[in-house]
């Protein structure tokens, strides 16, 4: 096979697109501007650490079943776990998305980075409330008769069933886990692509 | 048998559920139309603060690392 054939590979042409759009010590960079050493940048790690713990804690609570976080103690705490990592993700998330709209982080081309976070967000809040519905207890039957209400009055009741635990589990489960960590995935990179969004005032000495 | 240390963590696990009792029934905050739970809005409170403090703590090392630049 000849250079130029090599070349013309699809392979080719991807990694090499790949590499210019990221390449490595961008996508793992040694330093980070001065401006990132605040607080208020914290929050999207911590977010992303939050997730990790969701995800782990869910995958031991999927293996064990409901007999076992219901009805041992370290079920118990797993399930504990999960709530409270629940808990910290969205709060972290919350003042980070409080920090990014105060610091108009969608400025500098930035727009599908921002707009990645916010779906993350939203798909999130789903993936939350499907989790009320598979706790399999009195609660969560009480959550799903009250929710049904609110769905059917959309419209939607007929695709989206709150009163079906198996659909409600594979939301849970399988599809909303997967867009989340898809969507968290990309929301990174295209932070590594564009960087951390500067301070209003070194944009402003940036144009002068 | 339960070990020591595992009986000193469930008594101070007991206390401490008993301080905050979390089957009772929810107390609500009502104003005009608007309705929150207290949980819920000791969360917002919490998550206001947490975005104050963290835009005016100073950062660990930012000085040293301005120095070094």
New interface residues.
């Given amino acids: 096979m000849s250079y130029v054939d090599i070349e013309r590979q699809w392979t080719t042409r991807l990694r090499q697109r790949l590499v210019r759009l990221l390449p490595p010590d961008r996508l793992l960079p040694d330093t980070q501007p001065t401006y990132v050493s605040s607080w208020i940048y914290v929050f999207g790690v911590t977010t992303v650490a939050a997730l990790m713990v969701v995800i782990a804690t869910g995958c031991v609570l999927a293996i064990r079943g409901p007999q076992w976080w219901h009805g041992s103690s370290v079920g118990l705490f797993v399930n504990s776990l999960h709530l409270w990592s629940v808990e910290i993700f969205f709060f972290s998330m919350v003042v980070h998305l409080w920090g990014k709209f105060f610091m108009a982080a969608w400025r500098g081309g930035r727009a599908l980075t921002w707009m990645t976070g916010v779906v993350t967000f939203l798909t999130s809040i789903a993936a939350a409330f499907t989790g009320y519905l598979c706790q399999s207890n009195f609660d969560s039957q009480w959550i799903s008769t009250q929710a049904k209400d609110g769905i059917n009055a959309t419209g939607a009741g007929a695709y989206w069933n709150v009163l079906n635990m198996g659909q409600m589990l594979m939301w849970h489960i399988v599809l909303l886990p997967i867009a989340a960590v898809a969507l968290t995935a990309l929301h990174v990179l295209l932070v590594r692509v564009k960087g951390v969004v500067p301070p209003f005032a070194e944009t402003t000495e940036m144009r002068s | 048998m339960l070990g020591r240390g595992r009986i000193v963590v469930t008594t101070l696990l007991a206390h401490f559920g008993a301080l905050l009792p979390l089957n009772a029934i929810g107390h609500y905050l009502h104003w005009h139309i608007f309705q929150i739970s207290v949980a819920n809005f000791v ?1 917002i409170v ?2 206001v603060l ?2 104050v ?3 005016l ?1 100073p ?1 660990p ?2 000085r040293r ?2 120095e070094h ?1």
Avoid: D, E, S
């Fill in positions: 969360v919490l998550m947490t975005f403090a963290a835009l703590l950062f090392g930012r690392r301005r630049q």
